[in-house]
């Protein structure tokens, strides 16, 4: 239960440590905030021959406006984004879902940037970057580059980046007016990675008919899983119970692919998704319709 | 070759400086380094809660960081809480019971604890948790507790304790 021998190399400027991935990319990791890494290297399971910590890059740490987007640096802790008010303002969906992940202690020192790049299926901020339409800038040695949350995500712990590429920053656009936003999971307990989750965001024109939907799930597949089909569904109606009914079922039952492990079977998962899926539809309902 | 580095850490308010190999743990380098064996190692990744410690101010698992990390950083340990001296902020009165700091005061009272196993790691996630919430509901308390594991006494008493604590500090 003891990490194997590593290298330890400590950059203090996104420069330096892209040079040192560029020269070490074969057998260096990154260190971000460590939550799953280390837990990993404990047990064995990764026994990387060097460590790059990023802990210490202050230019990696950052939440700020920006125009339209709200620009949020990769080592950013997960706790700073749960009571940071500009993202509470912008995106009040990720300041609603951050504190599903894991527990305090936990969050206090994970990152935004390890989460997505670490790409757990059972994880949120995967999930989240989907749902808010988030732009992921990478950097190597020689160039950087942005690649949109939907191309990102290669499957089960994978990513599209290039193994001598840095996550920076995340871009995430602010919610757009008369749009209602929902999170919602169900754990064994508080903290534990969640059977099932998803994230609903609605957008209501003057009416009240719907203009835009989004539903995106954890633990649903081998990443975040995006219902394109339930969201088209809402897509000019008013939403109202069948409608709610039909798109909770087109999800749960088409378009998510869930695997079951051992605290749950498949089907019971299929089945969150649909109770879940038609709460979250009606809460974010309501408060675009509160923001009108 | 085996890397060997020179940090130096405050740990309850005292300056330590050691050379370190990077692959040991801030746990470890409490206990065996410092002899500040009151941070308890139970599970090695981050589930059990019984390692949290204090990093800056905020709750963390010392099983999780490595001590090359803490360079410069400000820890306190469950060694920290009970010395008066260094925290007169907390006893403005004078009373000191036992030295004890008023959630430990709390546990005792309460019977917070049994075996003690998980109870530094539970301080050290209250301390903050208090600071931030000083009237929690049950719920909130359950909720705070969440990412310690307790095997033996029962969550009950701990709940108690925590709303006795809050009460003590208000």
Known sequence: MKPAPFQYHVPHSIEEAVLLLRDHEDDAKLLAGGQSLVPAMNFRVVQPARLIDLNRIAELSYIREDGDVMRVGAMTRERHLEFDPSIAKRVPLLSEAAPFIAHPQIRNRGTIGGSIVNADPAAELPVLMLALEARLKARNASAERWIDAHDFFAGMFTTALAPDEILVEIELPFMPPRTGWSFMEVSPRAGDYALMGVAALVTLDENGKCTQAKLVYLNAGDGPVDAKQAAELLKGETLNDPLIESAAALASEKEINPFGNIHTSADFQRHLAKVLTKKALLQAAQRAGELQ | MTQSISITVTVNEKKYKRDVEPRLLLSDFLRHELGLTGTHVGCE?????????????????????????????????????????????????????????????????????????????????????????????????????????????????????VKLAAEKMR
């Open chain 2, 45 to 161: 990744h981050g589930v059990c809660g019984a390692c949290t410690i204090l990093f800056d101010g905020e709750s963390m698992r010392s099983c999780l960081i490595f001590a090359v990390q803490a360079d410069g950083h400000n820890i306190m340990t469950v060694e920290g809480l009970a010395t008066p001296v260094s925290s007169p902020h907390l006893y403005p009165d004078g009373g000191r019971e036992a030295g004890l700091h008023p959630i430990q005061q709390a546990f005792w009272e309460a019977h917070g604890l049994q075996c003690g196993y998980c109870t530094p790691g539970i301080l050290m996630t209250l301390v903050p948790f208090l600071k931030r919430n000083p009237d929690p509901t049950e719920d909130e308390i359950r909720h705070a507790l969440s990412g310690n594991l307790c095997r033996c006494t029962g969550y009950q008493h701990i709940v108690d304790a």
